[in-house]
Nanobody
Framework: VQLQASGGGLVQAGGSLRLSCVAS????????IGWFRQAPGKEREGVSC????????YYADSVKGRFTISRNNARNTVYLQMNSLKPMDTAVYYC?????????????????WGQGTLVTVSS
């Protein structure tokens, strides 16, 4: 089982990036998928997640209205569209997959993790 996160990079404040999480060895349409981030010197925090059962989504308050999580089951990929980026969004972003039903906010609830992709937002 492998999750591959990609799409990070350097962007100016106000810009956009789209992160991708591609899975091998599992079908993402059978898992709740979450995006987490870890900024330098800070703990990892949940950013967004999407349930495979009912399509419900969760967003942290800090990204609500700016980030959108979506799935492409045919490509076994989950995306995180990030708009209106701010310097505070600078972090390594990870995708993760959780068995079971419903939204998962805590990182301890996830079973598989990708390696992370770095997002840097300059002011």
């Amino acid at each position: 089982v492998q999750l591959q996160a990609s799409g990070g990079g350097l962007v100016q404040a106000g810009g956009s990036l789209r992160l991708s999480c591609v899975a091998s060895g599992l079908s993402l349409d059978s898992y709740t998928i979450g995006w987490f981030r870890q900024a330098p010197g800070k703990e990892r925090e949940g950013v967004s997640c999407t349930s495979h059962v009912d399509g419900m989504t969760y967003y942290a308050d800090s990204v609500k209205g700016r980030f959108t999580i979506s799935r492409n089951n045919a490509r076994n990929t989950v995306y995180l569209q990030m708009n209106s980026l701010k310097p505070m969004d600078t972090a390594v972003y990870y995708c993760a997959a959780a068995l079971g039903v419903g939204l998962r906010v805590g990182e301890y609830e996830y079973d598989y993790w990708g390696q992370g992709t770095l997002v840097t937002v300059s002011s």
